[in-house]
């Protein structure tokens, strides 16, 4: 079945430790990947998107992602994580003529 | 840099009443959608919209959801009669091509 998911829940780090947040998708072709964050109460904000080339990309507030086709994933990773990045993030899927599709999202809590 | 703004921010509602909830697109985005966010779980698709009328809905969206564009700016979801299970956060988004959506910060409504 064709389906985003993103195994873990909850992590939690501390502050300056390195993240990452994985994603897997099951589609027959490589869709259109995305991650997202929403902070508390907020809404979503895009961090960054794939859609061909360069396997790794860069995103704001230091994020990057790399797209690996042989594993159907696009895990969201940062070297040193801020209190400020205390959030949920969704990886997103957009698969040809089809719209968005949402993982369940990861909550991340980062210790001082 | 422009975003996607929602109004209001909160409400609460009686079940059985009508709710309007307002979204102002990014003003050169072509493409419009609808999304809820129930408490704790992922973020869903509702509808999209193109060229003045709805090009994909989900199955979430049945006969109690409508949407319209009733001017240049506004794009708004209205829930004829509202029941307990619609409380959730619905974000708006828009793109102007198929590909990236910029959400807004949503609209959090409370059916008592």
């Known amino acids: 079945a064709q389906s985003v998911t993103q195994p873990d829940i909850h992590i939690t780090v501390s502050e300056g430790a390195s993240l990452e947040l994985r994603c897997n998708y099951s589609?027959?072709?490589?869709?259109?990947l995305f991650w997202y964050v929403q902070s508390p109460g907020q809404g979503l904000q895009l961090l960054l998107k794939y859609f061909s080339g360069d396997t790794l990309v860069q995103g704001i507030k230091g994020f990057e992602a790399e797209f690996k086709r042989s594993q159907s994933s696009f895990n969201l990773r940062k070297p040193s994580v801020h209190w400020s990045d205390a959030a949920e993030y969704f990886c997103a899927v957009l698969p040809y003529g089809q719209n968005f599709v949402f993982g369940p999202g990861t909550r991340l809590s980062v210790l001082p | 840099e422009p975003e996607v703004t929602q109004t209001p921010s909160h409400q609460v509602t009686q079940m059985g009443q009508e709710v309007i909830l307002r979204c102002v697109p990014i003003?050169?985005?072509?493409?419009f959608y609808w999304y809820r966010q129930i408490l704790g779980q992922k973020v869903e698709f509702l509808v999209s919209f193109y060229n003045n009328e709805i090009s994909e809905k989900s199955e979430i969206f049945d006969d109690q959801f409508s949407v319209e564009r009733p001017d240049g700016s506004n794009f708004t979801l209205k829930i004829r009669s509202t029941k307990l299970e619609d409380s959730a956060m619905y974000f708006c988004?828009?793109?102007?091509?198929?590909?990236?959506?910029?959400f807004g910060p949503g609209t959090r409504l409370l059916v008592l």
């Open positions: 003003s050169n985005h072509l493409y």
């Open positions: 589609y027959g072709a490589t869709p259109y």
């Open positions: 988004a828009s793109s102007n091509s198929q590909e990236t959506q910029y």
